[in-house]
């Protein structure tokens, strides 16, 4: 499951668990199926291990996702006076994206960088970064399976659901036998997987599928169809009586990619607070993560997001104006290549 070049660092990161009695762990904001599930995977395992870790999720762990997570009290304060011997951050390309604040003393607390965004920045003391991996969940299985940490079915469960999740059910451009390899490793265990079959086949509330229709009901296309993007306002979210988290559970970013002439999509909306947000989705090759890096944000070539204080229409107009380009500037190049 471990590419080769990666075995000096996650053998590093081995021994530095091994040597170490507490331990932090930490992903990013609005954890979504991989964060969460690497981070309940990994305390699960440190737990069984006999180790004592703390878990730092500043925005909680989403409802739709609890059924994975171990009865742990979480760390929520914005800055974190750490004296853990480890600081494990996942699936996050910056510290900052955490939400925290972390107070450490580096000659004591050694903060380790586990993610497989191409956009990570590096700042680890020590980077386990694969951007090949299907997922965090994939890193942290054979983190596990080489440190011969605890992986029962328990662990095997957290895994499975940012693998299946982050890999859009193993069906991104690209994907390794490595995330096939993972997902062995987790049935080895005898994991019942029908609690994620369910929460993805027959998880979406009524509301979720409301937001779902009015997303599909008002699309625009651009770029001779090759561009699809939507813009869900507060005020469309009021009517259909829906919020913020419906946007994330109605599967929308991924879904107008199912046009057969559309290769490139981003969906932008705003929260209650006024903070907006875009999620840029592709296929084909198109590289959306140099548009919400522009944007101040970060991700995968074909998936990634930002946020910004902004209004919605201003964001709106910013992410269409760029992505336009980025597709068109990408067919231009196939047309002369």
């Keep these: ?15 530095l ?3 170490s009695s507490r331990i932090l762990v930490a992903a990013h904001l609005r954890p979504d199926g991989d964060a969460t ?21 500043l925005d909680g762990v989403p409802e739709r996702f609890a059924f994975v997570f171990p009865p742990v009290e979480l760390l929520r304060q914005p800055v974190i006076d750490s004296d853990h011997d480890l600081i494990i951050i996942l699936d996050s390309g910056d510290e900052s994206r955490t939400g925290f604040t972390f107070k450490r003393n580096p000659e004591k607390t050694c903060l380790i960088n586990i993610d497989h965004h191409a956009s990570n920045t590096m700042f680890g003391d020590i980077n386990y970064v694969d951007t090949g991996a299907s997922s ?57 997987t029908t609690p994620i079959l369910n929460l993805l086949n027959s998880g979406k509330s009524e509301t979720d599928l409301r937001v779902q229709g009015f997303g599909l009901s008002n699309f625009q296309l651009h770029c001779q169809n090759r561009l699809a993007t939507l813009v869900i306002r507060q005020s469309d979210l009021a009517r259909l009586k829906a919020s913020f988290g419906n946007v994330f559970a109605s599967g929308l970013f991924n879904q107008m990619l199912s046009i057969n002439e559309t290769f490139a ?37 074909p998936a990634s997001g930002c946020s910004r204080a902004i209004a919605v229409d201003d964001l709106a107009k910013e992410a269409i104006e760029l992505m336009t380009k980025q597709v068109n500037n990408f067919f231009a190049r196939q047309e002369n290549a």
């Design 136 to 192: 965090a969940c994939e890193m942290v299985a054979a983190l596990l399976h080489h440190a011969e940490l605890p992986f029962d079915s328990e662990v095997a469960l957290s895994l499975m659901l940012g693998l299946v999740t982050d890999s859009r059910s193993f069906q991104n451009e690209g994907i390794r036998a490595s995330a096939h390899l993972a997902a062995a490793k987790i049935l080895q265990t005898g994991v019942n």
């Design 37 to 57: 599930g690497s981070v309940s995977g990994l305390v699960k395992s440190l737990l069984k291990a006999g180790k004592k870790v703390d878990t730092a999720l």
């Design 1 to 15: 499951m471990l590419p080769t070049e990666l075995l000096p660092v996650v053998s590093k990161i081995t021994t």
């Design 17 to 19: 668990i091994a040597d």
């Design 265 to 301: 999509s981003v969906v932008i909306f705003e929260r209650e607070d006024g903070m907006s947000f875009c999620e840029f989705r592709s296929r084909g090759g198109i590289d959306v993560k140099e548009v919400a890096v522009a944007m101040g944000g970060g991700g995968h070539v």
